[in-house]
C-alpha cells in the first residue's frame, strides 16, 4: 500500500516537470524563432500596411515588392553575395589550415617550443592594444584601407580555435606520430598524411566555425571598407541599407519608383532575410558540429 | 665512477648538450609549421601594443606619433575627473555581471529542463531552435530589435496600444535599455550556452540517477540533490572564466542595439569598447580612446591573473596558467 502510494507520488513529480519542461522550453523555443518570423513576415509585407498597422508576424497584405527593389540592382547583392562567399571561402581554407597545423604542433609533447608559443598565442586574449593603435596599424602602416585583406586576414585565426584544435588532436595517441618517424616519415608528412585525415570531425568542427565568423563578419568591413566600395560584404551591405538612405535613395532614382513610395521598411527586413537566408537554412545540418565544438573548447577554456 | 659520470652527461645533454642552434634545427619543421600562426599574432596583436604610447600623448594628426606632445598622464585624469572613466567602469562591469549571473542561471534551467524531457523530436527542435539566434550577424540582432522597439511600427507598442496603453519612446528612453540589451543578450547566447551544462548533464553516471529513483527520490529531488550539485563545478568554472573577461564589452550587440549618435542612451549604454570606437571614428581623439584601452588592458588583465589564482586554489586542473 505504502509502496504504491509513493509511486504515485513520483508519477505526479514527473509529470509535474514533465509539465514545467515542455511548457519552459517550447515557450522559450518559440520566442527564439519568433523574430525571424516578424522579419520574414514584415519583408513581405507592402510598405503603407505597415505604415498603418505596424511590423506583423503574418503580413496582411502580401507583397514581394521589397524583394523586387533589393535585387533591382542585382550589381549590389550579388556583388556583396560574391564577395562573402570570396572571403569565406579563402578565409576558411587558409585559416582551417593554419589552425590545424599549429594545434598540432603546438600538441606535439617532443615539440621543445611548445610552451613558449602557446603562451605566445595565450597571452594575446589577456593583454591588447586596444582598437586604435589596430586601426592605424592596418590603415596607416599596412595600407588596406578600402582593401578585402582587411576583412580576410584578422579573421583567420583566434587563440580559442587554436585551443580547440589542440584539445581535438590531444585525442590521437602520440605513438603514431611517433611509430610514423621510426618509419622515417617528416614532420609535416605526418600532420599531412596521417593527421589531417584522423581528425576531420575536428576539422568540419574548425572550419564551420571559422565560416561562420567570415559569414557574419561586419566589424572589420565596417571599420576599413568605406561605404561607397560598390561590392561590400554582405553584413556591411545590410548594415548600410539600414542605417543610411543612400542605397535607398540610389535605387528610387535607377529604379523609376519615387522616393515616397520606396518600402523602406521592408527593404530592411528583405535584405536582412537574403542576407541570413543561407546561415539559417544550413545550419540544422551542421549544428551537431558546432555542439561538439562548444563542448570540447569549454573543458580547456 | 664511470657509469654514474656516463649517466649525468646522458641525462644532461637533451639541454645542456645540446646547443640553442641545436635544438632550433631539430625542432625546425615544427617551428615552420606554428611560424604563420606567430606571424600572424606579432602582426595582428602585438604590434597594436606598442600604439598604447598614444596614451601618454596629446595626438595631433599633422604631428604624427613621435612628433605630438608627450603629456604623460593628463588624459588619465581629465578621464577621471569628467567622469567617463567611472561612468564606462561601472556600465562595462554591471552588463556583464547581468549576463554571467543571470546566463548561467537560465543555461543550467535550460540544460536541467532539457534533459527531463522525454520526446526526442521535441528536444531535437527545440535545441535547434534556441541554438539558432547564435548564428545570425550583429546587425540582424540590431534590425529584430529594432522590429521590436521601433516607436511607429514595433511589435511593443502595437501590443501596449492594443491593450490600452500609451505607446513608449523606446529609443530615447535611457532607463529600459538595460532591461533591452541584457534580454536580447540572454536571447542569443541561452541556447548556446547551455550546450555545456546540457553535456555535462550526459555525463552524469545514469546508475547514480537509477538508484536515486530506487531510494524513491523524485523528479524534484533527483534535480535539486543530484543534477544541480553535479553542475556545481561546471558552474564555477565557467564564472571564474568570465569574471576575467568582465572589462570586455560586446561592441557587436550594444553597438547594433543603440547607434553611434543616439547621445540620449549613452547614460546607461556606453561601455568601453562603444567609447573607444567613438572616440576613434568619431571624435578623433585617439590619444583618449588608447587611455581607456590602456586602462581596460591593464585592469582586465589584474583580473584575469587574480581570478585564475583563485581558480587554481578552488580546482587546480582547470586553470589557464
Redesign the interface.
Known amino acids: 500500500m505504502e509502496n504504491v502510494s509513493?509511486s504515485i507520488?513520483?508519477n505526479?513529480?514527473?509529470r509535474?516537470?514533465?509539465f514545467?519542461?515542455?511548457g519552459?522550453?517550447?515557450l522559450?523555443?518559440?520566442?527564439?524563432?519568433l523574430?525571424?518570423v516578424?522579419?520574414l513576415g514584415?519583408s513581405f509585407t507592402a510598405e503603407n500596411t505597415?505604415?498603418k498597422?505596424?511590423?506583423?508576424f503574418w503580413p496582411k497584405d502580401f507583397s514581394t515588392f521589397a524583394y523586387k527593389i533589393v535585387f533591382e540592382n542585382p550589381d549590389y547583392v550579388i556583388g556583396a553575395y560574391g564577395v562573402t562567399a570570396a572571403i569565406t571561402i579563402l578565409g576558411t581554407i587558409l585559416g582551417l589550415f593554419?589552425?590545424a597545423?599549429?594545434g598540432?604542433?603546438?600538441q606535439?609533447p617532443d615539440?621543445?617550443?611548445r610552451n613558449n608559443?602557446s603562451?605566445?598565442?595565450?597571452f594575446?586574449t589577456?593583454?591588447?592594444?586596444?582598437?586604435?593603435?589596430?586601426?592605424?596599424?592596418i590603415t596607416q602602416?599596412l595600407s588596406l584601407k578600402d582593401n578585402y585583406l582587411a576583412v580576410l586576414?584578422?579573421g583567420?585565426?583566434s587563440p580559442f580555435l587554436?585551443i580547440m584544435m589542440k584539445a581535438f588532436v590531444a585525442s590521437i595517441p602520440h605513438a603514431i606520430t611517433e611509430s610514423a618517424k621510426i618509419d622515417g616519415a617528416?614532420?609535416?608528412t605526418i600532420?599531412v598524411r596521417l593527421i589531417l585525415p584522423m581528425t576531420t570531425p575536428a576539422l568540419a568542427t574548425i572550419g564551420l566555425f571559422i565560416a561562420?565568423g567570415y559569414?557574419?563578419?561586419?566589424?572589420h568591413a565596417m571599420?576599413f571598407l568605406s561605404a561607397d566600395m560598390k561590392y561590400r560584404p554582405l553584413?556591411l551591405f545590410?548594415?548600410n541599407v539600414?542605417?543610411s538612405a543612400d542605397f535607398i535613395r540610389n535605387s528610387s532614382a535607377s529604379s523609376n519608383v519615387p522616393l515616397r513610395d520606396m518600402p523602406l521598411?521592408s527593404m530592411?527586413?528583405a535584405t536582412?532575410i537574403v542576407?541570413?537566408g543561407p546561415?539559417?537554412l544550413f545550419?540544422?545540418f551542421v549544428?551537431r558540429y558546432?555542439?561538439k565544438g562548444?563542448?570540447v573548447g569549454?573543458v580547456k577554456? | 665512477m664511470q657509469t654514474t659520470e656516463s649517466i649525468a652527461l646522458k641525462q644532461k645533454t637533451p639541454y645542456a648538450g645540446i646547443s640553442r642552434t641545436k635544438k632550433l634545427w631539430n625542432n625546425r619543421t615544427l617551428l615552420l609549421m606554428c611560424s604563420p600562426a606567430i606571424l600572424f599574432f606579432i602582426i595582428f596583436a602585438y604590434l597594436p601594443m606598442p600604439g598604447l604610447y598614444l596614451a601618454f600623448i596629446k595626438y595631433n594628426y599633422s604631428d604624427g606619433i613621435f612628433r605630438s606632445m608627450f603629456v604623460g598622464f593628463d588624459n588619465f585624469r581629465f578621464l577621471v575627473i569628467n567622469g567617463d572613466l567611472w561612468r564606462l567602469t561601472v556600465n562595462t562591469i554591471l552588463y556583464n555581471l547581468a549576463f554571467i549571473i543571470l546566463g548561467n542561471v537560465l543555461q543550467i534551467v535550460v540544460a536541467v529542463l532539457l534533459n527531463e524531457l522525454r520526446k526526442k523530436w521535441f528536444k531535437k527542435v527545440a535545441q535547434t531552435f534556441m541554438f539558432l539566434p547564435y548564428f545570425i550577424s550583429a546587425v540582424l540582432i540590431g534590425l529584430i530589435a529594432y522590429n521590436f522597439l521601433s516607436y511607429d511600427y514595433g511589435i511593443l507598442n502595437s501590443v501596449l496600444e492594443s491593450l490600452g496603453f500609451n505607446p513608449v519612446k523606446t529609443y530615447s528612453d535611457p532607463h529600459i535599455w538595460p532591461f533591452i540589451i541584457v534580454l536580447v543578450y540572454l536571447w542569443q547566447t541561452t541556447g548556446y550556452g547551455s550546450i555545456v551544462y546540457f553535456a555535462a548533464i550526459m555525463g552524469l553516471d545514469s546508475e547514480i540517477i537509477e538508484a536515486a529513483e530506487i531510494d524513491g527520490a523524485n523528479a524534484f529531488k533527483r534535480i535539486i540533490h543530484i543534477i544541480i550539485p553535479w553542475l556545481k563545478p561546471t558552474f564555477i568554472i565557467l564564472l571564474l572564466f568570465s569574471l576575467g573577461g568582465i572589462l570586455k564589452g560586446n561592441f557587436g550587440l550594444f553597438y547594433n542595439l543603440v547607434g553611434a549618435s543616439n547621445t540620449m542612451l549613452f547614460p546607461t549604454t556606453d561601455i568601453i569598447e562603444t567609447y573607444v570606437f567613438r572616440s576613434l571614428m568619431n571624435n578623433f581623439n585617439f590619444s583618449m580612446g588608447s587611455a581607456v584601452s590602456l586602462y581596460q588592458s591593464v585592469f582586465g588583465f589584474i583580473i584575469v591573473v587574480s581570478s585564475n589564482w583563485f581558480v587554481k586554489k578552488v580546482s587546480p586542473e582547470n586553470s589557464l596558467f
Open positions: 509513493r507520488r513520483t505526479a513529480a514527473e509535474v516537470v514533465g514545467i519542461g515542455y519552459v522550453i517550447g522559450f523555443s518559440i520566442c527564439c524563432l523574430p525571424f516578424l522579419v514584415t505597415i505604415q498597422y505596424g511590423f506583423n593554419v589552425v597545423m599549429t598540432y604542433a603546438l606535439r615539440f621543445s617550443y608559443i603562451f605566445l598565442i595565450y594575446t589577456l593583454f591588447s592594444g586596444g582598437l586604435v593603435p589596430f586601426y592605424l596599424l602602416y586576414l584578422p583567420l585565426l587554436i617528416g614532420d609535416f600532420f561562420l559569414w557574419n563578419e561586419w566589424y571599420l553584413q545590410l548594415y539600414i542605417t521598411e530592411k527586413m536582412a542576407a541570413t546561415v539559417i545550419f540544422p549544428q558546432f555542439i562548444i563542448t569549454a577554456g
